[in-house]
């Protein structure tokens, strides 16, 4: 359960047209009827943070340390719970009782209740033959090969302290025909400076002219493209396709622009991010 925060896409009015894209998600064990007072690790424990926690805390990923063993669990036990007390883990912005969403990241009373529970009584191990396999996560693009591979000019140098940057960078497509996207998958380079990207759709291809004017890749600045922002991803964002038929117009001879917030993270970074893109075989009903 990193340090970094999920930003779920900021802008609620452009969530339903194209941040679905790109969610949060979780497998989120069955919850017991009530907390058990004394439960263990493989019994209780692993299921809840192999479901809520592993997919950003292992190798690869962007969380600074990884949860796959008990050994894991247990050495950070204790920062643990605090940070599933004050719900800062695992990331999930929405407020409750504001309606329902796919994949919510939210821990449960009573799941948080059995984390409590554990850590005052001791953190026991529990029977080895009750521990869950460790998840099976794809490796390389999670939802397959891309139609479309975009890649930033060049790999932007984050300093490894000072100020958190605001980058723009043009990512040109300019395709001859109209196409619809089904799905985006956001892939950095440098996850540990990367705290979330989102993607505009540039029709005038501005972003290109102004790429790489000051000697660096991408440009300066908060301004947005004319057009709408179709996606999003943030550290621990899952891809996922649009449901029910949906998919976004990638106009032809249109490019697509990432504003992204990059901060220092102690050491120099280099970050060159890139971006797959998946289309639909023929234009949506919706």
Not at 1 to 11: I, K
Not at 33 to 46: D, G, L, N, R, Y
Not at 53 to 72: N, V
Request: charged letters at 20%.
């Amino acid at each position: 359960m990193t340090t970094r925060r999920l930003a779920v896409l900021p802008l609620v009015a452009r969530l339903l047209a194209g941040a679905s894209l790109l969610l949060a998600a979780s497998i989120t064990p069955a919850l017991p009827a009530q907390a058990p007072k004394s439960p263990t690790f493989t019994e209780h424990i692993a299921p809840l943070v192999y479901a809520s926690c592993t997919r950003c805390h292992r190798p690869g990923e962007a969380a600074p340390f990884a949860l796959l063993t008990y050994a894991d669990t247990k050495k950070r036990a204790r920062n643990l719970l605090a940070v599933i007390e004050d719900r800062t883990m695992p990331p999930w912005h929405p407020e409750p009782g504001h309606g329902s969403f796919r994949n919510t990241a939210r821990l449960a009373n009573e799941q948080i209740e059995t984390f409590r529970n554990w850590v005052a009584t001791g953190m026991a191990e529990g029977p080895r033959e009750a521990l869950p396999p460790v998840p099976a996560f794809p490796s390389g693009w999670q939802l397959g090969e891309p139609d479309l591979v975009l890649t930033t000019k060049g790999a932007f140098e984050v300093p490894a302290r000072g100020r958190d940057v605001y980058r723009n960078f043009a990512l040109p497509v300019d395709l001859p025909e109209d196409r619809w996207i089904t799905a985006i998958e956001v892939r950095p380079s440098a996850r540990s400076v990367l705290h979330h990207t989102l993607v505009f759709l540039d029709e005038n291809r501005e972003s290109r002219e102004r790429d790489g004017q000051d000697g660096r890749p991408g440009f300066s600045g908060m301004q947005y493209p004319r057009g709408p922002m179709i996606a999003g991803w943030a550290v621990g964002g899952i891809p996922e396709r649009l449901p029910d038929g949906l998919a976004i117009k990638l106009p032809k001879h249109s490019d697509l622009m990432l504003q992204s917030h990059l901060h220092p993270s102690g050491k120099k970074e280099l970050e060159q991010t890139t971006i797959g893109v998946y289309f639909a075989e023929q234009p949506p009903e919706r």
